[in-house]
């Protein structure tokens, strides 16, 4: 047993630590009890039911993804998130406080400036423990070694059926999150299923459950696969209004291609996520919920933040593009009436999987049918 004395300043860690044992003891049992009741007895499957690992022919064992969730055990879903959060968020505030951390400098001292794009190496892997990022940790998560970060950030990835562009996105962003000295850990949120993509619903998903591992990430970048930071010195974090970073992009010749442009990769403050209430639901197929997010912003009374184009620059990768949706023009006239009313407040969603792969962690979403 811990021996917690009040006069040691590692007394809180006591009480954490005396109580997450606890907490495990009393699951333990109530574990224990609830399988030797049960004949259905569920096991961590070594097959992933993830249609990303499925169409991608990923085997899956224990060192690659752990804490695979099965989708009826409830009361495996809460320990293991539980768990997971605990070590997340409890066990990082021990590792600093043991090392007496002080915060990394405000401009982090080994930016680079203007950067290549280099191609993925061969051997490169983005689930298996790659030997290229060792220090990140499983679930695509990490935190400056040497200092405290200032910034806990979660990056969403909305996704579907891109997988090389995946893993150029992975191999390229890793080391720049990293450069820029942040707490951070990108989500790669994919839309399951052969249905018409909404993006709305998958990143207010993905938003919601991240809040239940990481209930203290404060930053939310929303963030397109197909893009690739080429300065590092555009900071991956959350100033006072919400701050749209993908100004320049090659594709559109670094200019801005309109005024009240927030697609492409936009960072925003948890809370004024929630005050704006996310993104509409109301876009099924690709385009127009970037331009709603613009009109909930603005009818909220933030602004929109850019640094300088000279820095907010990005190079896109080629894929084929999907066509615009006509009809979201139509949908946009009514943004601002439905802010309330249509958002992460009441979107619907199933969480079909969440698998902690080493960069990154993924969640499987099903959005459901679109409207007739
Ligand atoms: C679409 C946006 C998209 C932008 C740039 C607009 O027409 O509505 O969703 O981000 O074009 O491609």
């Known amino acids: 047993m811990i021996n917690c004395r009040r006069q040691d300043h590692i007394y809180l860690l006591c009480i954490i630590c005396t109580g ?30 993830s249609s990303l690992s499925m169409k991608q022919n990923i085997p899956l064992n224990k060192s690659e993804a ?18 997971h959060s605990f070590i997340q968020n409890y066990l990082t505030i021990a590792e600093t406080r043991n090392l007496s951390l002080t915060y990394c400098p405000p401009v982090p001292p080994d930016l ?21 990022y060792t220090n990140v940790d499983i679930g695509g998560s990490y935190q400056p070694k040497t200092c405290l970060a200032r910034h806990k950030v979660a990056i969403i990835v909305p996704y579907r059926d891109r997988w090389d562009i995946l893993t150029h996105f992975l191999y390229h962003t890793h ?8 707490d951070y850990r990108i989500y790669v949120c994919e839309q399951a299923f052969d249905k018409t993509f909404n993006k709305g ?13 990481q209930p203290n990430v404060h930053c939310f970048i929303m963030h397109d696969v197909d893009l690739l930071s080429i300065d590092d010195r555009n900071m991956y974090t959350c100033p006072t209004y919400p ?35 996310g993104y509409s639901t109301n876009y099924w197929g690709w385009g127009g919920e970037d331009d709603d997010m ?8 933030l602004k929109v933040e850019r640094p300088p184009a000279s820095v907010a620059r990005y190079k896109m990768l080629k894929h084929t593009h999907q066509k615009l949706n006509p009809a979201r ?23 079909l999987n969440t698998t902690f792969y080493h960069l990154y962690t993924h969640f499987l979403i099903d959005v459901g049918e679109q409207p007739k």
């Not at 044992?21 to 961590?44: A, C, K």
């Not at 752990?66 to 768990?83: A, G, P, R, S, W």
């Not at 080391?175 to 942040?182: A, E, F, K, S, V």
């Open 112 to 132: 680079q400036g203007p950067l290549k794009v280099n191609e993925v190496p061969k051997n490169f892997s983005i689930t298996t423990n790659s030997s290229y």
């Open 175 to 182: 080391q720049i999150l990293q450069r820029q000295q942040l």
């Open 243 to 277: 701050r749209h970073l993908s100004v320049a992009i090659d594709k559109f010749h670094f200019y801005l291609p309109y005024a009240t442009l927030v697609g492409g990769v936009l960072a925003m403050r948890r809370e004024h996520y929630l005050l704006v209430n």
């Open 329 to 351: 023009m139509k949908v946009l006239r009514t943004a601002h009436i439905r802010i309330d009313s249509d958002g992460v407040n009441n979107v619907k969603y199933k969480l």
């Open 66 to 83: 752990i804490f695979v969730k099965k989708k009826d055990d409830h009361f495996e879903k809460t320990y293991q998130t539980f768990l």
């Open 201 to 213: 619903i998958v990143m207010n998903g993905c938003f919601k459950e991240i809040l239940k591992l």
């Open 20 to 49: 997450f044992m606890l907490l495990t003891s009393i699951f333990n049992v109530i574990y224990i009890v609830q399988r030797s009741l049960s004949n259905n007895i569920s096991e961590y499957t070594q097959t992933s039911p």
């Open 294 to 301: 613009h009109a909930r912003i603005i009818n909220k009374h």
